[in-house]
């Protein structure tokens, strides 16, 4: 009897033991995370928290990528004092010239020409003339020039996404690392004023400590599908082919770059990991059948796909990517926190605890409390008095030159303030990171079945050494 029981209870111990790995919270290092290798650092190299270099105070810029959306940054640039446009670079001659005449329209000198494949780059990067690198590419073409431009030793700003994988976000961050130098996502929303003025909310604590935040973009793309480059004569559009090949969210920065800001992600918390759900694909295939007379067979992009997030410190994410339906544009931006709420899309305006609103505003008011929004006039008041220190000066002139609603001036405004006083930037290497990691990350969760996949420390070590994200004055 000794004899069957023994091997018996083994068994029941086995299974026991088993059925506690696959059940232990998701959160805790376990089988049934996915985990993403961190590559050490490498000998001798140190964070670049807070990078401050030597002031430059006439910034020369190359602008690389003269599609739809760079010649936009290249009038913003004519804008801003102390700014020299020495080189214009893309594929297509038409765009460099078509740039060079907006430099002659502002009565600025007109910039070296580059073009004509997609690896005349090499040579702007390598110009000696050159402080900062602007990349405005499609994505394949992001990070390649970005670590040419490091590699270069320049400064460089990548529109959004700046990287498409892990490999490319490793290899910006070791050398920006290795070499002192700024590598920053060109993340507008940012710097929207709604965004701007509720991040000064969070930080002098109105809203309470904030538990959750969500993101999006809500986007139909469809009549611009047609007018991305085709980097060949049978392509559909380099996005479009992107969204073909790839599930997951691939548009994930303008959504999680402001709730990371409010939650002081590698700033006192960390991201831990995420987990992805996605619809079918159904949108994007009428399009394709447009264009090519079939559907496709293996068209990978879902329309919708949601992802939630838990950060270090207990707070939770969730950010949502679909650039089909018909819906109305939305970035979501929503903040709940535990004293008030706040809210972009579709309507914008903050719920919050009476006792948490200065009583000199708040007199004119009865029976405010944080289950219904705050009135419009005091809305207004609040938005006044909490304002971002950061757009004060500029407000007027971003509003006048534009860029989405003025948020693109001041995203430019501010790269171009710290580079020439030596400050800290706004944003860092690890904030493209923690953002851009998203894209590979979320298809790897959808290819394993919605699987938790871990999300890697990109400051490897020094994600709680800031106190909190503060834009350098
Ligand atoms: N932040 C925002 O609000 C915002 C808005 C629109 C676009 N974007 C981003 O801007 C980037 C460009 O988008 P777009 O709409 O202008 O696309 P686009 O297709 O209109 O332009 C891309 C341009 O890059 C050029 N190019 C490609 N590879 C190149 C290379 N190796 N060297 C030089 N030039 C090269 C192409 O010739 C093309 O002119 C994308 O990453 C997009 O996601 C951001």
Redo the contacts with the bound molecule.
């Keep these: 009897m000794k004899k069957i029981l023994l091997p018996l209870s083994m068994v029941c111990l086995l299974l026991v033991v088993c059925f506690t790995v696959i059940n232990c919270k998701a959160d805790q290092p376990n089988v049934s995370m996915i985990a993403t290798p961190t590559p050490e650092r490498p000998a001798g190299q140190t964070d670049v928290l807070q990078l401050a270099v030597e002031p430059i105070p006439t910034v020369r810029i190359a602008f ?7 010649p936009g940054a290249v009038s913003r640039m004519t804008h801003i004092d102390g700014v020299e446009i020495v080189a214009l ?4 001659e038409e ?1 460099v010239k078509m740039a060079n005449e907006i430099l002659a329209d502002r009565g600025f000198p007109k910039a070296q020409e580059f073009y004509g494949d ?4 090499r040579q702007v990067t390598a110009l000696p003339n050159v402080d900062l690198v602007y990349v ?4 394949l ?2 990070a ?2 970005g670590i040419q431009a490091l590699k270069d030793g320049k400064h460089v700003a990548i ?3 700046s990287a498409m994988n892990l490999d490319e976000i490793w290899e910006l961050i070791n050398l920006a690392e290795e070499k002192r130098l700024h590598c920053i996502p ?4 940012c710097y929207d004023f709604f965004e701007l003025t509720t991040l000064n909310m969070v930080q002098q604590g109105v809203l309470g400590e904030i538990l959750h935040g969500e993101g999006a973009y809500i986007h139909g793309l469809e009549r ?1 599908w047609d ?3 085709k ?1 060949d004569s049978d392509s559909l ?3 479009m082919d992107y969204n073909m090949r790839h599930r997951g969210d691939l ?1 994930p920065t ?1 959504g999680i770059g402001p709730v990371c800001q409010a939650l002081n992600i590698h700033r006192g918390d960390k991201m831990n990991f995420l987990v992805s759900v996605d619809t079918k694909a159904v949108g994007n295939l009428e399009y394709v059948k447009g264009k090519t007379g079939e559907y496709p067979e293996n068209f990978r992009n879902g329309d919708h796909t949601s992802t939630l997030i838990r950060t270090e410190k207990g707070k939770s994410i969730l950010i949502e990517h679909n650039v089909t339906s018909p819906r109305p544009y939305s970035r979501m931006y929503q903040l709940t926190g535990t004293k008030g709420f706040a809210n972009k899309y579709p309507i914008e305006g903050y719920a919050l605890d009476l006792g948490e609103i200065d009583a000199e505003i708040t007199a004119d008011y009865e029976n405010l409390n944080a289950h219904s929004f705050v009135p419009k006039k005091l809305r207004e008041q609040l938005m006044q008095k909490y304002k971002h220190p950061i757009v004060k000066d500029i407000e007027e002139d971003a509003k006048t030159v534009g860029g ?1 609603g003025g948020m ?1 001036f001041v995203m430019d405004y501010r790269l171009i303030y710290c580079l020439q006083r030596g400050l800290p930037m706004d944003m860092d290497v690890y904030d493209l990171a923690e953002w851009c990691c998203l894209i590979p990350l979320t298809e790897m969760s959808l290819d394993n079945n919605s699987s938790p996949v871990e999300i890697p420390d990109f400051t490897r070590g020094a994600w709680n050494k800031l106190n909190g994200l503060k834009f350098a004055q």
């Excluded at 990528?65 to 760079?70: N, S």
């Excluded at 405005?136 to 994505?139: F, G, Q, V």
């Excluded at 060109?186 to 929303?189: A, F, G, K, M, S």
């Design positions: 690389i990528g003269l599609g739809m959306r760079g670079c893309d594929v297509v765009n997609t690896e005349v780059f405005a590419t499609d994505w073409h992001h390649k020039v529109e959004v996404p060109l993340e507008n929303c611009f007018k991305y480059w980097n559009g380099w996005r548009y303008h989405h693109d």
